[in-house]
């Protein structure tokens, strides 16, 4: 088997090197990682300037772009198309809910199921602990098991792991709604110039039923499958009827 792996966070991310220790277990690995860490750079592509492909090592390589081109440049360019699976993470933070339409991570996966190979994009919830290791070796197992279904063209999986020894299990999830109480904040630089920043005060979520967030409250591992045909077909067969 030959994999894809791939992230955000770069060639340093905490979550890199556990998961690429235990996806060999699986077969032959190559890692395409951004060249600078690109966490929440969504599904954007490189357009305007070339990109430096890097190598790091032995089939490792860093790419002056985003977590999609990683993805598209590492099928494309360096595998020539033989892939049989795409990896990303492990990511050091959570992915849910709209997380997974600004994360890089999500992003990475995404662009593997475009290109129509089973891809998985992995999440550490983290509590503190970074038990990255314990991630990777739930991470292989749950893809291990998913890889064995017929899984529809274009469909891939995010999954999301607490940061816990003590985790009750795993399950199938829907997407769940954040709250993420942003604000902009206004500062002045020493030149006078105002600049501002997009944060935070607290990222939370709603207690849906079945969804990724209540998942994580209660110390299970989500595995959410989610497609790239973003159309509501529900409300496209209302508007069908109007005249």
Excluded at 9 to 14: E, F, H, Q, T
Excluded at 112 to 138: C, H, M, Q, T, W
Excluded at 140 to 163: L, Q, R
């Amino acid at each position: 088997m030959r994999i894809l792996i791939s992230n955000d966070d770069g060639l340093y991310g905490a979550g890199l090197k556990p998961l690429i220790s235990v996806m060999k277990k699986m077969g032959d690995v190559v890692v395409v990682v951004p060249d600078l860490n690109k966490s929440a750079s969504s599904h954007s592509i490189t357009v305007n300037r070339p990109m430096q492909l890097m190598p790091k090592g032995k089939n490792v390589y860093t790419l002056s772009g985003t977590p999609s081109d990683c993805v598209r440049f590492g099928i494309m360019w360096v595998m020539k198309g033989n892939v049989d699976l795409v990896v990303s993470g492990i990511n050091d933070g959570p992915n849910m809910g709209e997380d997974c339409i600004y994360s890089g991570t999500v992003a990475a996966a995404r662009e593997g199921a475009i290109l129509g190979f089973p891809s998985f994009a992995i999440s550490l919830v983290y509590d503190g602990k970074n038990r990255f290791k314990y991630a990777a070796e739930y991470a292989y197992k749950i893809i291990k098991k998913m890889f064995k279904y017929k899984v529809p063209k274009h469909t891939f999986f995010n999954i999301n792991i607490p940061d816990y020894k003590s985790i009750k299990g795993v399950i199938l999830t829907k997407m769940g709604k954040r709250i993420y109480n942003d604000y902009i904040d206004e500062k002045i630089d020493k030149k006078g110039r105002k600049y501002y920043r997009i944060l935070s005060k607290q990222v939370s979520g709603y207690p849906i039923k079945n969804t990724d967030i209540i998942a994580m409250d209660n110390k299970y591992i989500s595995v959410t499958p989610l497609k790239i045909d973003q159309t509501d077909h529900a409300y496209l067969k209302k508007l069908k009827k109007f005249k």
